[in-house]
Protein backbone atom coordinates (compact mmCIF):
# COMPACT_ATOMS: atom_id res chain seq x y z
CA UNK A 1 0.00 0.00 0.00
CA UNK A 2 1.43 3.39 -0.94
CA UNK A 3 2.78 5.11 1.96
CA UNK A 4 -0.24 7.65 1.79
CA UNK A 5 -3.26 5.67 1.48
CA UNK A 6 -1.44 3.86 4.36
CA UNK A 7 -1.87 6.91 6.91
CA UNK A 8 -5.50 8.08 5.70
CA UNK A 9 -6.69 4.68 6.16
CA UNK A 10 -5.69 4.69 9.07
CA UNK A 11 -8.65 5.09 11.76
CA UNK A 12 -6.61 8.14 13.34
CA UNK A 13 -6.85 10.00 10.60
CA UNK A 14 -10.60 9.96 9.45
CA UNK A 15 -12.00 8.99 12.30
CA UNK A 16 -11.08 11.41 14.65
CA UNK A 17 -12.08 14.48 12.04
CA UNK A 18 -15.36 13.27 11.40
CA UNK A 19 -16.19 12.52 14.94
CA UNK A 20 -15.47 16.63 15.56
CA UNK A 21 -17.57 17.27 12.21
CA UNK A 22 -20.86 15.07 13.74
CA UNK A 23 -20.18 16.38 17.04
CA UNK A 24 -20.31 20.03 15.55
CA UNK A 25 -23.63 19.09 13.36
CA UNK A 26 -24.84 18.06 17.11
CA UNK A 27 -23.84 21.30 18.91
CA UNK A 28 -24.39 24.18 16.44
CA UNK A 29 -27.59 23.31 16.01
CA UNK A 30 -28.37 23.00 19.53
CA UNK A 31 -26.83 26.47 20.50
CA UNK A 32 -28.52 28.35 18.26
CA UNK A 33 -32.42 27.09 17.39
CA UNK A 34 -32.58 26.61 21.48
CA UNK A 35 -31.93 29.71 22.37
CA UNK A 36 -33.96 31.56 19.21
CA UNK A 37 -37.28 29.08 17.97
CA UNK A 38 -39.35 30.14 20.87
CA UNK A 39 -38.69 33.05 22.68
CA UNK A 40 -42.15 33.35 23.74
CA UNK A 41 -41.74 30.16 25.93
CA UNK A 42 -38.48 31.31 27.87
CA UNK A 43 -40.06 35.03 28.43
CA UNK A 44 -39.67 35.81 32.20
CA UNK A 45 -39.58 39.18 33.57
CA UNK A 46 -39.21 41.49 30.44
CA UNK A 47 -39.06 44.90 31.96
CA UNK A 48 -42.38 47.07 31.34
CA UNK A 49 -42.99 50.29 32.71
CA UNK A 50 -46.24 51.61 33.86
CA UNK A 51 -47.10 55.34 33.38
CA UNK A 52 -50.54 57.00 35.25
CA UNK A 53 -50.42 60.63 33.74
CA UNK A 54 -51.72 62.89 36.40
CA UNK A 55 -55.47 62.97 35.34
CA UNK A 56 -57.19 66.26 33.97
CA UNK A 57 -60.33 65.61 37.09
CA UNK A 58 -60.39 64.21 40.40
CA UNK A 59 -63.24 61.63 40.25
CA UNK A 60 -62.20 59.33 42.91
CA UNK A 61 -62.30 55.94 42.76
CA UNK A 62 -59.80 56.58 39.62
CA UNK A 63 -60.67 54.48 36.45
CA UNK A 64 -56.92 55.06 35.58
CA UNK A 65 -55.49 53.71 38.82
CA UNK A 66 -58.21 50.77 38.46
CA UNK A 67 -57.05 50.05 35.46
CA UNK A 68 -53.30 49.78 36.14
CA UNK A 69 -53.63 47.56 39.04
CA UNK A 70 -55.81 45.34 37.10
CA UNK A 71 -53.05 45.23 34.07
CA UNK A 72 -50.14 44.45 37.21
CA UNK A 73 -52.58 41.35 37.78
CA UNK A 74 -53.24 40.22 34.71
CA UNK A 75 -49.39 39.88 33.44
CA UNK A 76 -47.97 36.97 33.77
CA UNK A 77 -44.19 36.31 34.82
CA UNK A 78 -43.27 36.89 31.47
CA UNK A 79 -44.05 40.74 32.22
CA UNK A 80 -42.15 42.84 35.28
CA UNK A 81 -44.24 45.70 35.71
CA UNK A 82 -42.55 49.18 37.37
CA UNK A 83 -44.54 52.17 38.02
CA UNK A 84 -42.96 55.17 36.54
CA UNK A 85 -43.79 58.63 36.56
CA UNK A 86 -43.16 60.60 32.67
CA UNK A 87 -40.40 61.83 33.43
CA UNK A 88 -39.00 58.69 34.92
CA UNK A 89 -39.88 56.96 31.31
CA UNK A 90 -37.96 59.30 29.33
CA UNK A 91 -35.21 58.53 31.35
CA UNK A 92 -35.55 54.67 30.87
CA UNK A 93 -36.01 54.70 27.78
CA UNK A 94 -33.02 56.72 27.33
CA UNK A 95 -30.93 54.12 29.12
CA UNK A 96 -32.41 51.55 27.61
CA UNK A 97 -33.46 49.97 30.85
CA UNK A 98 -37.29 49.15 29.91
CA UNK A 99 -38.14 47.53 26.85
CA UNK A 100 -41.53 49.27 26.67
CA UNK A 101 -44.86 51.19 28.34
CA UNK A 102 -47.91 51.30 29.06
CA UNK A 103 -49.13 54.81 29.47
CA UNK A 104 -52.71 55.70 30.94
CA UNK A 105 -53.07 59.30 29.95
CA UNK A 106 -54.15 62.35 31.64
CA UNK A 107 -57.58 62.58 29.89
CA UNK A 108 -58.34 58.90 30.56
CA UNK A 109 -60.71 59.40 33.51
CA UNK A 110 -62.47 62.48 31.79
CA UNK A 111 -62.96 59.94 28.73
CA UNK A 112 -64.25 57.57 31.00
CA UNK A 113 -66.79 59.64 32.76
CA UNK A 114 -68.26 60.84 29.25
CA UNK A 115 -69.06 57.24 28.26
CA UNK A 116 -71.91 56.95 31.20
CA UNK A 117 -75.32 58.61 30.60
CA UNK A 118 -75.73 62.28 31.47
CA UNK A 119 -72.76 63.86 29.38
CA UNK A 120 -73.03 65.78 26.22
CA UNK A 121 -70.12 64.02 24.43
CA UNK A 122 -68.66 60.71 24.20
CA UNK A 123 -64.92 60.38 23.73
CA UNK A 124 -63.25 56.60 24.19
CA UNK A 125 -59.90 57.16 25.62
CA UNK A 126 -56.73 55.35 24.76
CA UNK A 127 -54.18 53.57 26.46
CA UNK A 128 -50.86 53.31 25.02
CA UNK A 129 -49.01 50.94 24.62
CA UNK A 130 -45.42 52.12 24.10
CA UNK A 131 -42.11 50.22 22.83
CA UNK A 132 -38.69 50.68 23.27
CA UNK A 133 -37.39 50.41 19.17
CA UNK A 134 -33.68 50.07 20.04
CA UNK A 135 -34.19 46.91 21.47
CA UNK A 136 -34.96 45.58 17.79
CA UNK A 137 -38.22 44.54 16.48
CA UNK A 138 -39.00 41.29 18.32
CA UNK A 139 -38.09 42.91 21.64
CA UNK A 140 -41.23 45.26 20.03
CA UNK A 141 -42.94 42.41 18.79
CA UNK A 142 -43.01 40.99 22.52
CA UNK A 143 -44.50 43.78 24.32
CA UNK A 144 -47.39 44.04 22.26
CA UNK A 145 -47.96 40.66 21.80
CA UNK A 146 -47.84 40.35 25.47
CA UNK A 147 -49.16 43.33 26.75
CA UNK A 148 -52.25 44.12 24.21
CA UNK A 149 -54.15 40.70 25.19
CA UNK A 150 -54.01 41.81 28.97
CA UNK A 151 -55.37 45.52 27.94
CA UNK A 152 -57.95 44.09 25.63
CA UNK A 153 -59.13 41.69 28.58
CA UNK A 154 -58.96 44.68 31.18
CA UNK A 155 -61.06 46.97 28.98
CA UNK A 156 -63.75 44.36 28.89
CA UNK A 157 -63.75 44.57 32.50
CA UNK A 158 -63.51 47.47 33.40
CA UNK A 159 -66.76 48.18 30.90
CA UNK A 160 -68.60 45.40 33.22
CA UNK A 161 -68.00 46.96 36.33
CA UNK A 162 -68.74 50.54 34.54
CA UNK A 163 -72.07 49.09 32.81
CA UNK A 164 -73.18 47.37 36.13
CA UNK A 165 -72.90 50.44 37.81
CA UNK A 166 -74.28 52.95 35.81
CA UNK A 167 -78.03 50.77 35.45
CA UNK A 168 -77.07 47.31 33.59
CA UNK A 169 -79.77 46.67 31.07
CA UNK A 170 -81.15 50.11 32.02
CA UNK A 171 -78.34 51.93 29.98
CA UNK A 172 -79.18 53.53 26.95
CA UNK A 173 -77.91 51.34 23.84
CA UNK A 174 -75.70 53.79 22.51
CA UNK A 175 -73.74 53.63 26.18
CA UNK A 176 -74.10 49.96 26.61
CA UNK A 177 -71.87 50.02 23.41
CA UNK A 178 -69.78 52.66 24.57
CA UNK A 179 -68.91 50.86 27.53
CA UNK A 180 -68.22 47.23 25.79
CA UNK A 181 -64.80 48.64 24.66
CA UNK A 182 -64.39 51.54 27.01
CA UNK A 183 -60.80 51.89 26.01
CA UNK A 184 -58.78 51.46 22.78
CA UNK A 185 -55.03 50.35 22.68
CA UNK A 186 -53.05 51.68 20.61
CA UNK A 187 -48.87 50.67 19.79
CA UNK A 188 -45.83 52.47 18.69
CA UNK A 189 -42.52 52.83 19.32
CA UNK A 190 -41.91 55.33 22.51
CA UNK A 191 -38.78 57.29 19.98
CA UNK A 192 -38.44 56.18 16.40
CA UNK A 193 -34.82 54.89 15.26
CA UNK A 194 -32.71 56.92 13.17
CA UNK A 195 -32.87 56.01 9.24
CA UNK A 196 -31.60 53.19 8.27
CA UNK A 197 -31.08 51.14 11.46
CA UNK A 198 -32.86 48.10 10.39
CA UNK A 199 -35.72 47.94 12.49
CA UNK A 200 -33.47 47.68 15.17
CA UNK A 201 -30.90 45.30 13.96
CA UNK A 202 -28.34 47.28 12.41
CA UNK A 203 -25.93 47.35 15.70
CA UNK A 204 -26.65 44.04 16.36
CA UNK A 205 -24.86 43.50 12.49
CA UNK A 206 -22.25 45.96 12.88
CA UNK A 207 -21.56 44.23 16.19
CA UNK A 208 -20.86 41.27 14.75
CA UNK A 209 -18.19 42.81 11.74
CA UNK A 210 -16.39 43.81 14.79
CA UNK A 211 -15.94 40.83 16.44
CA UNK A 212 -15.66 39.19 13.10
CA UNK A 213 -12.90 41.32 12.74
CA UNK A 214 -11.00 40.56 15.37
CA UNK A 215 -11.84 36.31 15.21
CA UNK A 216 -10.99 36.32 11.78
CA UNK A 217 -7.78 38.81 12.06
CA UNK A 218 -6.38 36.79 14.85
CA UNK A 219 -7.04 33.77 12.07
CA UNK A 220 -5.09 35.01 9.43
CA UNK A 221 -2.53 36.64 11.39
CA UNK A 222 -1.18 33.27 13.26
CA UNK A 223 -0.36 31.74 10.54
CA UNK A 224 1.38 33.82 8.73
CA UNK A 225 3.61 34.73 11.07
CA UNK A 226 4.09 31.28 11.80
CA UNK A 227 5.10 31.02 7.93
CA UNK A 228 7.01 33.87 8.40
CA UNK A 229 9.03 32.11 11.20
CA UNK A 230 9.54 28.93 9.19
CA UNK A 231 7.65 27.10 12.02
CA UNK A 232 5.17 26.20 8.85
CA UNK A 233 4.82 26.18 5.26
CA UNK A 234 2.86 28.82 3.72
CA UNK A 235 0.42 27.58 0.69
CA UNK A 236 -1.50 30.26 -1.30
CA UNK A 237 -3.63 28.19 -3.88
CA UNK A 238 -1.11 25.70 -6.11
CA UNK A 239 1.89 27.59 -4.45
CA UNK A 240 3.67 26.37 -1.39
CA UNK A 241 6.74 28.51 0.10
CA UNK A 242 8.63 27.47 3.32
CA UNK A 243 11.41 29.66 4.49
CA UNK A 244 14.09 29.13 6.53
CA UNK A 245 13.17 28.06 10.60
CA UNK A 246 14.22 31.05 12.60
CA UNK A 247 14.33 30.08 16.90
CA UNK A 248 11.63 32.02 18.20
CA UNK A 249 10.05 31.02 21.64
CA UNK A 250 6.23 30.77 21.86
CA UNK A 251 6.31 33.99 24.07
CA UNK A 252 8.18 36.43 21.17
CA UNK A 253 5.72 34.67 18.20
CA UNK A 254 2.58 35.70 20.31
CA UNK A 255 3.86 39.04 20.74
CA UNK A 256 4.43 39.65 17.72
CA UNK A 257 1.15 38.78 16.33
CA UNK A 258 -0.31 41.15 18.99
CA UNK A 259 1.92 43.85 17.82
CA UNK A 260 0.67 43.41 14.61
CA UNK A 261 -2.74 43.41 15.68
CA UNK A 262 -2.99 46.03 17.63
CA UNK A 263 -1.11 47.98 15.07
CA UNK A 264 -4.08 47.16 12.01
CA UNK A 265 -7.06 47.63 14.57
CA UNK A 266 -7.31 51.18 14.64
CA UNK A 267 -7.34 51.37 10.52
CA UNK A 268 -10.03 48.27 10.37
CA UNK A 269 -11.95 50.05 12.66
CA UNK A 270 -12.18 53.43 10.42
CA UNK A 271 -12.02 51.36 7.53
CA UNK A 272 -15.29 49.59 8.76
CA UNK A 273 -17.03 52.20 10.11
CA UNK A 274 -15.99 54.44 6.88
CA UNK A 275 -18.39 52.07 4.46
CA UNK A 276 -20.75 51.71 7.18
CA UNK A 277 -21.07 55.58 7.30
CA UNK A 278 -20.71 55.77 3.81
CA UNK A 279 -22.05 53.50 1.07
CA UNK A 280 -24.36 51.66 4.24
CA UNK A 281 -25.27 54.87 5.25
CA UNK A 282 -25.58 54.50 8.92
CA UNK A 283 -25.78 57.31 10.81
CA UNK A 284 -23.81 57.75 13.86
CA UNK A 285 -24.11 61.33 16.20
CA UNK A 286 -20.44 60.40 18.08
CA UNK A 287 -17.95 58.84 14.81
CA UNK A 288 -15.07 59.25 16.76
CA UNK A 289 -16.08 57.37 20.47
CA UNK A 290 -17.49 54.86 18.10
CA UNK A 291 -14.25 54.47 16.59
CA UNK A 292 -12.49 54.50 19.23
CA UNK A 293 -15.13 51.44 21.07
CA UNK A 294 -14.68 49.45 17.64
CA UNK A 295 -10.63 49.85 17.80
CA UNK A 296 -10.72 48.35 21.30
CA UNK A 297 -13.02 45.83 20.37
CA UNK A 298 -11.00 44.14 17.50
CA UNK A 299 -7.78 44.69 20.30
CA UNK A 300 -9.60 43.04 22.70
CA UNK A 301 -11.10 39.92 20.40
CA UNK A 302 -8.30 39.81 18.24
CA UNK A 303 -5.56 39.19 21.17
CA UNK A 304 -7.83 36.97 23.29
CA UNK A 305 -8.33 34.91 19.89
CA UNK A 306 -4.67 34.27 19.78
CA UNK A 307 -4.30 34.04 23.17
CA UNK A 308 -6.53 31.21 22.91
CA UNK A 309 -4.84 29.85 19.58
CA UNK A 310 -1.28 29.79 21.32
CA UNK A 311 -3.35 27.77 24.67
CA UNK A 312 -4.67 24.88 22.57
CA UNK A 313 -3.22 25.28 18.80
CA UNK A 314 -4.56 26.20 15.60
CA UNK A 315 -6.90 22.76 14.85
CA UNK A 316 -8.70 22.84 18.38
CA UNK A 317 -8.01 26.67 18.96
CA UNK A 318 -10.29 27.26 16.10
CA UNK A 319 -13.16 25.39 17.38
CA UNK A 320 -12.42 27.00 20.98
CA UNK A 321 -12.77 30.36 19.24
CA UNK A 322 -15.51 29.81 17.42
CA UNK A 323 -17.60 28.50 20.42
CA UNK A 324 -16.74 30.98 23.05
CA UNK A 325 -16.74 34.09 20.04
CA UNK A 326 -19.42 33.29 17.89
CA UNK A 327 -21.70 29.99 18.57
CA UNK A 328 -22.36 30.99 22.44
CA UNK A 329 -21.86 34.57 22.36
CA UNK A 330 -24.08 35.35 19.61
CA UNK A 331 -27.05 33.28 21.19
CA UNK A 332 -26.25 35.40 24.46
CA UNK A 333 -25.85 39.00 23.22
CA UNK A 334 -29.02 40.14 22.92
CA UNK A 335 -28.94 41.57 20.24
CA UNK A 336 -32.01 40.05 18.23
CA UNK A 337 -33.76 38.13 21.04
CA UNK A 338 -33.79 39.81 24.10
CA UNK A 339 -32.26 38.12 27.13
CA UNK A 340 -35.53 38.21 28.95
CA UNK A 341 -36.71 35.67 25.88
CA UNK A 342 -33.96 33.61 26.12
CA UNK A 343 -33.79 30.73 27.89
CA UNK A 344 -31.53 31.17 31.72
CA UNK A 345 -28.08 29.14 30.62
CA UNK A 346 -27.68 32.14 27.86
CA UNK A 347 -28.98 34.77 30.74
CA UNK A 348 -26.15 33.33 32.49
CA UNK A 349 -23.41 33.54 29.58
CA UNK A 350 -24.36 37.05 28.74
CA UNK A 351 -22.62 38.43 32.03
CA UNK A 352 -19.09 37.25 30.48
CA UNK A 353 -19.57 36.53 26.69
CA UNK A 354 -18.01 39.53 24.96
CA UNK A 355 -20.94 39.59 22.57
CA UNK A 356 -23.17 41.00 25.06
CA UNK A 357 -20.87 44.25 25.73
CA UNK A 358 -20.04 44.95 22.09
CA UNK A 359 -23.66 44.73 21.07
CA UNK A 360 -24.65 47.00 24.30
CA UNK A 361 -21.77 49.74 23.17
CA UNK A 362 -22.78 49.73 19.82
CA UNK A 363 -26.82 50.20 20.36
CA UNK A 364 -25.91 53.01 23.00
CA UNK A 365 -23.65 55.10 20.33
CA UNK A 366 -26.51 54.66 17.28
CA UNK A 367 -29.58 54.57 19.21
CA UNK A 368 -28.89 56.16 22.05
CA UNK A 369 -26.66 58.97 21.58
CA UNK A 370 -23.61 58.09 23.11
CA UNK A 371 -25.63 57.99 26.53
CA UNK A 372 -23.10 56.46 28.60
CA UNK A 373 -25.93 54.46 31.00
CA UNK A 374 -27.27 53.20 28.12
CA UNK A 375 -24.77 50.50 28.43
CA UNK A 376 -21.71 52.18 27.19
CA UNK A 377 -19.42 52.64 30.11
CA UNK A 378 -20.44 49.10 31.31
CA UNK A 379 -19.50 47.52 27.82
CA UNK A 380 -16.25 49.96 27.87
CA UNK A 381 -15.25 48.09 31.03
CA UNK A 382 -15.95 44.61 29.89
CA UNK A 383 -14.30 45.22 27.01
CA UNK A 384 -11.38 46.64 28.54
CA UNK A 385 -11.37 43.54 31.02
CA UNK A 386 -11.43 40.78 28.42
CA UNK A 387 -8.85 42.38 26.31
CA UNK A 388 -6.48 42.47 29.21
CA UNK A 389 -7.30 38.91 30.72
CA UNK A 390 -6.71 37.38 26.88
CA UNK A 391 -2.95 39.32 26.47
CA UNK A 392 -2.07 38.53 30.42
CA UNK A 393 -3.22 34.92 30.15
CA UNK A 394 -1.58 34.53 26.42
CA UNK A 395 1.74 36.00 27.88
CA UNK A 396 1.51 33.98 31.15
CA UNK A 397 0.53 30.37 29.43
CA UNK A 398 3.03 30.81 26.60
CA UNK A 399 6.06 31.45 29.11
CA UNK A 400 5.08 28.39 31.08
CA UNK A 401 5.17 26.61 27.96
CA UNK A 402 8.73 27.75 27.12
CA UNK A 403 9.53 26.02 30.57
CA UNK A 404 8.49 23.06 29.23
CA UNK A 405 10.91 20.38 27.33
CA UNK A 406 8.25 18.55 25.33
CA UNK A 407 6.56 21.76 24.36
CA UNK A 408 8.95 23.44 22.08
CA UNK A 409 8.43 25.09 18.77
CA UNK A 410 11.80 23.89 17.09
CA UNK A 411 10.66 21.72 14.07
CA UNK A 412 14.27 20.36 13.94
CA UNK A 413 14.88 18.69 17.37
CA UNK A 414 12.76 15.94 19.84
CA UNK A 415 11.07 17.78 22.59
CA UNK A 416 13.52 15.15 24.83
CA UNK A 417 16.58 16.94 23.44
CA UNK A 418 15.84 20.11 23.98
CA UNK A 419 17.12 22.36 26.88
Known amino acids: MHPTARIVAHPRTWAVPIVFLVGLAVLFPAVYLFAT ?16 EEQTIDSPPSAAGAVADAIEDGAGTEIAFTRMTPSELADGMGNDTVAGAVVIPADFDQSIA ?27 GLVTGNLAPVLRGVASGLGAQLAASAGGDALPAANQALLATPFDVVSAPYAELPANAGLGTSAFYYALVLVLLGFVGASMISPIVDSALGFAP ?12 IAASRLQTL ?18 QLVAVGP ?17 T ?6 SAMTVFAIFGNGIGALVNTMFFIALSMTSSGGTVPLAATPTLYRWLSEFEPFRAVVDGVRA ?6 NPDAGLTEAWVRVAIGGAIGILLGITITALYGRVRMFTRHPHLEPSTTT
Open 37 to 52: VDPQKHLTDLPVALVI
Open 365 to 370: LLYFSG
Open 234 to 245: SEVGPLVQRRPY
Open 114 to 140: SLLPGSDTATVPTVDIRTNAGDGGLSG
Open 298 to 303: IMAIGT
Open 280 to 296: VGIPVSDPVTLWLFSTA
Open 255 to 272: LAKFGILLAGAPVAALAA
